[in-house]
């Protein structure tokens, strides 16, 4: 099978995509109980950009009665 070029939409598709992927495992750290500097530390984002772009509410929950 031939190779073929990838051309520039389906890369930037491919870049999106990913992208989304990454903030879904981001959320589902946070949302688990990551801290903000756990997640910068294992992506690099920086633990004020995940706060701003994932503002998860913290302090007591209620429980499910």
């Known amino acids: 099978m031939p ?4 051309s520039r ?3 930037e598709r491919i870049v999106k995509e ?3 992927i990454k903030n879904l495992l981001i959320l ?3 949302k688990r109980g990551a ?3 756990e997640v910068d530390y294992a992506t690099g ?3 004020s950009n995940i ?3 994932f503002p998860v509410k913290r ?5 499910a009665v």
């Open 28 to 30: 589902a750290a946070l």
């Open 18 to 20: 990913l992208r989304q």
């Open 51 to 53: 706060r701003r772009l």
């Open 3 to 6: 190779d073929r070029a990838m």
């Open 35 to 37: 801290t903000s500097d």
């Open 9 to 11: 939409d389906d890369a």
């Open 59 to 63: 302090g007591k929950r209620r429980s």
């Open 45 to 47: 984002m920086g633990a």
